[in-house]
Nanobody, 125 residues
Framework: VQLQACGGGLVQPGGSLRLSCAASGLTLDDYAVGWFRQAPGKKREGVASTSNSDINTYYADSVKGRFTISKDNPKNTVYLQMTSLKPEDTGVYYC???????????????????WGQGTQVTVSS
């Protein structure tokens, strides 16, 4: 199983980025899938998650209305569209898949069964 995340970079405050996470060895639509981030010196935190078959999506309060999680099932890829980026959004972003419910995945990083490698997002002027 491999989750390959990409799309990070340097962006100015107020800008946008789209992260992608392509999966191999598993079918994302069979799992709850989520995005997490970790800022320097801080714990990894859940940002967004979606249930299998995208029945439910959940977001951390800090990103509601600015971030959107979505999946492209034929491509077996999950995305995180990030808009109105703020400096506090800076961190390494990870994708993950879990057999646990999506809300559990969002709130408990230990619930993840599979992790992708991180992609750095830096929001700075």
């Amino acid at each position: 199983v491999q989750l390959q995340a990409c799309g990070g970079g340097l962006v100015q405050p107020g800008g946008s980025l789209r992260l992608s996470c392509a999966a191999s060895g598993l079918t994302l639509d069979d799992y709850a899938v989520g995005w997490f981030r970790q800022a320097p010196g801080k714990k990894r935190e859940g940002v967004a998650s979606t249930s299998n078959s995208d029945i439910n999506t959940y977001y951390a309060d800090s990103v509601k209305g600015r971030f959107t999680i979505s999946k492209d099932n034929p491509k077996n890829t999950v995305y995180l569209q990030m808009t109105s980026l703020k400096p506090e959004d800076t961190g390494v972003y990870y994708c993950a898949a879990s057999g646990a419910p999506a809300l559990v995945l969002l709130t408990q990083t230990g619930a993840s069964d599979y992790w992708g490698q991180g992609t750095q997002v830096t929001v700075s002027s």
